[in-house]
Nanobody, 118 residues
Framework: QVQLVESGGGLVQPGGSLRLSCAVS????????MGWYRQAPGKERELVAR???????TYADSVKGRFTISRDNAKNTVYLQMNNLKPEDTAVYSC????????????WGQGAQVTVSS
């Protein structure tokens, strides 16, 4: 049974920083990729950052240069370092584990609220 647990959300002022963590109960190399998504009220869920098994990363244009996705293989944990946060970054952030093709549905964490406000 795979579980993903997010932590590190909270309230931060504009320009501040926050680091989200996603702890996975199992090897992160069991998956094709790990990613962070976010959804703000009234908006569709969007991919924020993604890291595939070989370490390549991709980012949404809106966060490029401000956010960094990384992983600690020994701890089976994926991180999202968020710098220079803006009010428009306010959303529920969810950790996602992509299954290898044809092996089943993706796994999701419960989500972490990030609120950027003065």
């Amino acid at each position: 049974q795979v579980q993903l647990v997010e932590s590190g959300g909270g309230l931060v002022q504009p320009g501040g920083s926050l680091r989200l963590s996603c702890a996975v109960s199992g090897s992160i190399f069991s998956f094709n990729a790990m990613g962070w998504y976010r959804q703000a009220p009234g908006k569709e869920r969007e991919l924020v950052a993604r890291i595939i098994r070989n370490g390549r990363t991709t980012y949404a244009d809106s966060v490029k240069g401000r956010f960094t996705i990384s992983r600690d293989n020994a701890k089976n944990t994926v991180y999202l370092q968020m710098n220079n946060l803006k009010p428009e970054d306010t959303a529920v952030y969810s950790c996602n584990a992509e299954q290898l093709a044809g092996t089943g549905a993706d796994y999701w964490g419960q989500g972490a609220q990030v609120t950027v406000s003065s």
